[in-house]
């Protein structure tokens, strides 16, 4: 049962991890489309479509990883479970700042946090790794 339940967990961390690089893609993207090459302008579009959708896989996919490697506590310590649960909490504040613009009335000030929330989150990611092995 043991067996099962980590790849589970590595299966869903992939998952995971991909959908964080595809929505940071989004932003890089972006940079790139405002220079204006016709493909960054393209892919960016796309990403865009998809931004919400995998931002949504993100949390949820995070929150079951979370969960199944609860059961190895003891294996790494707490500082990857909390660098995770900063991870995910910031994804989740990143989300929320999106949905919270019409309460935030200026575009810069709800992309700010937005923006705020997906870097701390990325550090957060890296960090958890790090602690990770």
């Given at each position: ?7 589970t967990?590595i ?8 959908a ?12 790139f489309?405002?220079?204006?090459s ?6 960016d579009?796309k ?15 995070g ?18 479970y ?10 989740i504040a990143?989300?929320a ?6 309460r935030?009335?200026?575009?810069k000030?709800w992309?700010?946090y937005?923006?705020?929330?997906a870097?701390?989150?990325?550090v ?6 790090a602690f990770?092995?």
């Amino acid at each position: 049962m043991k067996i099962y339940i980590e790849k589970t967990y590595i299966m869903i961390s992939i998952i995971a991890i991909v959908a964080l690089i595809i929505v940071v893609a989004k932003f890089i993207t972006k940079r790139f489309s405002k220079k204006g090459s016709f493909f960054f302008k393209t892919i960016d579009t796309k990403f865009m479509k998809i931004h919400k959708p995998l931002a949504k896989i993100l949390i949820v996919s995070g929150t079951i990883h979370g969960i199944l490697t609860f059961s190895n506590f003891t294996q790494f310590g707490i500082r990857p479970y909390i660098m995770g649960t900063i991870c995910l909490l910031s994804c989740i504040a990143s989300m929320a700042s999106f949905y919270m613009k019409k309460r935030l009335k200026s575009i810069k000030k709800w992309v700010l946090y937005h923006r705020f929330f997906a870097v701390m989150s990325i550090v957060a990611f890296i960090s958890h790794i790090a602690f990770s092995r």
